[in-house]
């Protein structure tokens, strides 16, 4: 057909005057004058956002028409903060995150040995995003005929592995990276007997899998032998003999007054083209079980603390001797003040670490990091104390995590981010009201000033409300 010149002309008129597709674009949601902060592109501009089927359409000065619409005037647009060490894994886990403004929660550290079995617990259940790593300990324990607990104390804990079983775990591990597990988890102070040559084992198939080592440093403090100097000596030499890349957990824990070699130690490996990333939690005090092989005989001089430092988490109380040991005999998590806030914000302050929160509540009992790590550091630290800027922050809880995770985890490149395409995992806050409120002696409290929070596009926060909904979804890489 010929329309000739001036068919020509009316049809360029037409296509002129009709508007762009987008703007006439109706979106299941639209998020209304947020100021949207982005650390990938280093946006931090009032924006609208469009999202449909749980992924971010438009990010636009424009308005646009939704469905629904949440006007977050004066409120912080950002992505969902994503927690790389967070042991507890169930509903009421996810329903502090949540309020916390945590989309994914990940078991990195300690991880499971049953990668399968842990992913079908929680299909269909789950109110954030989840996953977990093939963990080390669970592979001893097993290899060891060790009975399954969170950590081990009995022979896992004491001796150290055969040739053959080495070999068992080493099996062990490949399996749970060919069913999709997302890194390999190691808590080396927890299986203080683990040879060096273990550990490198370990490493050696991670590597072969491109996965991350979260790893538990063998030794905590500055004591020498044994401090957390020679601990990291032997991860950066086993992810530079082994190929695998390396995150250490909780750096200020295990660090102590350490913490800021550590870090030197750190940037140093990386300029040396060294894959090593870090981690640390807000709080001066850490927690773990009175059982496990960290308050063997020397504790105090490794630590520099006394059992008045030891807090008991089911009932508050400080310790003696004489309760400790009693303890001792039954179990129990007992939290560790044995950290300085000069420590806490070197760690903070410091470009190499992300914000994880080594958290887990049971019936309402544990460490206050659980519910309060993101808002305590939003709050107290970037507000109150300016120790940091709000996007240096929110990279450190969004984009840095997804990026340690997504060379093995491709995915994650959908999440971390405010771009078009992006999962819509969001996290909405005001920034002059967010603070913790979860402390030692109350630890099951949500955060304040959590706002929205959107879960593959689906509000599980709605005005601050936690809303009957499960949109959360499995983080795994992919299986072989
Ligand atoms: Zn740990």
Redesign the pocket.
Known sequence: MNIGPIGLVLLIVIALLMPAPNSQATYDLVIRNGRVIDPESRTDAVRNLGISNGVIKAISSNNLSGRNVIDARGLVVSPGFIDL?QHGQDEENYRFKAMDGVTTALEL??GTGFVDLWYAQREGKSLINYGVSAGHIAARMAAMHEPLAFLPTGDAARRAATEAEINDMKQRLEDGLKRGAIAVGF?I??TPNASRWEILEMFRVAARYGASCHV?MRHAGVKEPGSSIQALEEVISAAAITGAPLHV??IQ??GGPATPKLLQMIAEAKARGIDVTTECYPYIA?M?DIKSAIFDEGWKEVFDIDYKDLQWAATGERLTKESFDQYRKTGGMVAVFSMTEEVVTAALKSPLTMIAS?GILENGKGHPRTAGTYSRVLGNYVRQQGALNLIDALTKMTLMPAQRLERRVPSMKNKGRIRIGADADLTIFDPQQIIDKSTFQEPAKYSEGIKFVLVNGVSVVKDGQLQSVLPGRPIRAPQN
Request: hydrophobic share 15%; net charge negative; no cysteine.
């Open positions: 060490h550290e300690v808590g102070q927890y538990h957990v909780h824990s295990t850490g773990t080594d």
